[in-house]
């Protein structure tokens, strides 16, 4: 009965390949979201979609597209990898977009190596 | 530019008190987070601050002044299953999270 679940757990692949992660929730959330996590552990905000809708675009690079195909699903394709990519990648949701103490559930984090 | 300081890393015993600092500079303020990072695992969601004062929850309390741009996080009663990054994170104007880079709680017997 997970609540937000992305696969895979872990990815290592070698530079310039392309990759996916994929995360769905079943909590009925209006809003999913992609943070990064570096080795130095800072949460960093990629993504955000509020009803298939992008509403966040944080300064990353084009090489990174999220795909939400309906609004319990929300995809992240990376072109190109490079060694920097490497992270936690964490797939989250809530209930509204703003306001209130709106909780992010996450999901278990899919750490990617590249090589 | 906005920033979140906490401690690195604390260490305590068990059964004993900690008390995790947090102090942030945000343009604007609508909420304070603490969530909880077990290592390799999800945040989980502790605590949320709005307005000045302290909030308890069992023996996890969470306290907030928006005047000194201030929070922490106390943990009673210390168990080894707290050992755990603890993750303070602020709502600033445009209802973004700012995430501090978390303190790292090692409990020792």
């Known amino acids: 009965d997970t609540a937000v679940s992305q696969t895979p757990k872990y990815l290592v692949t070698q530079m310039g390949n392309d990759k996916s992660i994929k995360c769905e929730q079943n909590?009925?959330?209006?809003?999913m979201y992609w943070y990064k996590q570096d080795s130095k552990k800072f949460l960093k905000i990629m993504f955000s979609?509020?009803?298939?809708?992008?509403?966040i675009n944080e300064t990353v690079p084009n090489r990174f597209s999220p795909k939400s195909p309906d609004k319990a699903h929300l995809n992240l394709h990376i072109n190109s990898l490079e060694l920097g990519d490497s992270a936690v990648y964490f797939c989250?949701?809530?209930?509204?977009?703003?306001?209130?103490?709106?909780?992010?559930?996450f999901g278990a984090g899919s750490r990617l190596t590249v090589l | 530019g906005q920033n979140i300081d906490q401690p690195t890393e604390m260490t305590a015993t068990e059964g004993a008190i900690v008390q995790i600092n947090c102090t942030y500079q945000?343009?604007?303020?609508?909420?304070l987070f603490w969530y909880q990072q077990h290592a390799g695992e999800a945040p989980t969601f502790l605590s949320y601050?709005?307005l000045d004062g302290l909030e308890e929850k069992g023996r996890f309390s969470s306290f907030l002044s928006r005047s000194k741009g201030y929070s922490y996080l106390l943990l009673k009663e210390l168990q080894m299953k707290d050992s755990a990054s603890y993750l303070c994170?602020?709502?600033?104007?445009?209802?973004?999270?700012?995430w501090g880079a978390g303190t790292k709680l090692i409990i020792k017997p």
């Open positions: 989250a949701s809530t209930r509204g977009e703003v306001s209130g103490a709106n909780v992010l559930t």
């Open positions: 909590l009925g959330h209006d809003t």
């Open positions: 979609y509020n009803n298939k809708e992008l509403i």
């Open positions: 945000t343009s604007g303020f609508n909420g």
């Open positions: 601050n709005v």
């Open positions: 994170a602020v709502k600033d104007s445009n209802y973004q999270l700012i």
